[in-house]
């Protein structure tokens, strides 16, 4: 009788179930899907110079909506609005976790894109092409998506509380996005314990983690010497002195490249210094005056120190070797970031059992199936150096794997199948890290 019954009662629903759809389907041809979202959210162009923050917000604010996120937005600066989405846990007195993810983009040029950069089209075999899809508004919905299956699939609820940030202006150095954002009061309020920001695509079948990202720094060096003649010979020429700092920088230059060629170092994890402009010579109406020697000459330098190196060597360097004044040369050392923490530690999360929270992560990540490679320090620079400053552990990751890397690339494009199977990564990462409680008393820095 009661199995009857029950039997009765499913019966029913399947025959709802199957009214509703049918009739959703022929009200809505629009689907709405996590692929859809996606895409949608990928058809707003951020990218710079002149992203508009207020569209992607706006549809960002829509989601948070229908999964009953609390929201605000923070300006810190005038027309540089970043989002704050809240899903309270039941312990909010213990530290919480921050998801961070930025909205802008960098510019495509649509000429030399198989795919028009902002339509989100899907290829035959899945692949989502815009500018965007890998870096990094993938994670900024999977997110969403991860946190509205826990909510609403596995009825899940946190114990400590998950906060979202979206920031601006990550793609030209973050100093009026995240910079202000992690210095505020906002965010000292938020009581942050750990933060999730974004990685890199993986090539093989394993998922990429980054514990540090590499400081940039711009170097000007300059020469100064008498002109003279182009037939003269004579010392301390500017462009011979020029010419002596650019050998030496060469010459460290190869020695570091050595050590990456023969495999014994990540090209990561060492001091990297390459030329990116000299500026000489006495300009002509065909081109330069080639008789004249000229009176200055500069040239310029991108550098990136790992976390391990030590900048002080570095700078000495540069005062004795590479712009020394002995030779009329001068320097400028242009910083974008911080190099250590605030109490002087270098910028990297640590990724063994000393830091609590990352094995909480790294458990997270097997306990679906999901091989981890050997964590790594970012070639490039993320807003994650912001938080680590604050002493505050920070891991970069994005789950793609089986993916070229193509962030900043013509022909961005992320598989529909990876972004679904990356939703159920953060699905187990959200609930292992919002769930775990050993960090309790106080914040952990790593
Ligand atoms: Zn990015």
Redesign the pocket.
């Known amino acids: 009788m009661t199995t009857n019954h029950h039997h009765h009662q499913l019966l029913t629903l399947l025959l709802f179930l199957l009214s509703t759809s049918t009739s959703s389907q022929s009200h809505q041809p629009k689907q709405d899907n996590p692929i859809t979202r996606f895409q949608q959210f990928l058809q707003i162009n951020t990218a710079h110079p002149n992203p508009n923050y207020y569209n992607p917000i706006s549809f960002l604010i829509t989601q948070a909506k229908s999964i009953g996120l609390t929201y605000r937005t923070l300006e810190f600066t005038p027309n540089k609005p970043l989002l704050l989405l809240s899903w309270p846990g039941s312990n909010p007195s213990i530290p919480s976790i921050l998801l961070n993810s930025?909205l802008d983009s960098v510019p495509a040029e649509p000429s030399k894109w198989s795919h028009p950069p902002f339509s989100a089209s899907i290829s035959a075999d899945g692949c989502i092409f815009a500018r965007g899809s890998q870096?990094?508004k993938s994670i900024s919905l999977q997110y969403l998506e991860a946190i509205r299956n826990l909510k609403f699939v596995s009825n899940f609820t946190p114990t400590r509380t998950l906060h979202i940030s979206y920031v601006p202006d990550?793609?030209i150095g973050g100093l009026d996005g995240a910079a202000k954002f992690f210095g505020s009061r906002e965010f000292e309020d938020l009581n942050v314990g750990f933060v999730l920001d974004?990685g890199q695509a993986s090539v093989s079948d394993e998922f990429r983690v980054f514990y540090a990202d590499r400081s940039p720094w711009g170097l000007i060096i300059r020469a100064k010497g008498g002109p003279g003649h182009g037939s003269r010979m004579f010392d301390n020429g500017a462009m011979e002195n020029l010419m002596k700092s650019v050998e030496a920088i060469s010459g460290f230059r190869e020695s570091r490249f050595d050590v990456v060629k023969a495999g014994q170092a990540a090209n990561s994890e060492v001091v990297s210094i390459n030329p990116v402009y000299i500026k000489a010579g006495i300009p002509s109406p065909t081109g330069f005056v080639m008789n004249m020697q000229p009176s200055e000459a500069e040239a310029g330098f991108d550098v990136r120190l790992p976390p391990t190196a030590d900048p002080e060597s570095i700078r000495k360097r540069i005062a004795e070797e590479w712009a020394p004044a002995t030779r009329n040369m001068t320097y400028e050392i242009i910083e974008k970031g911080p190099i250590k923490d605030h109490m002087g530690r270098p910028l990297m999360t640590a990724t063994n059992d000393s830091n609590p929270w990352w094995s909480v992560f790294k458990q997270a990540i097997t306990a679906i199936g999901g091989k981890l490679a050997k964590p790594e320090i970012l070639p490039s620079t993320?807003d994650a150096r912001f938080i680590r400053q604050l002493g505050i552990p920070a891991l970069g990751f994005s789950p793609m794997t089986n993916t070229p890397i193509l962030?900043h690339d013509h022909n961005e494009f992320l598989k529909d199948t990876v972004y679904l199977k990356g939703i159920e990564v953060y699905e187990s990462i959200i609930s292992s890290l919002s769930s775990f409680e050993g960090a309790s008393d106080k914040k952990v820095t790593v």
């Open positions: 930025h870096d990094d990550e793609e974004e993320t962030l």
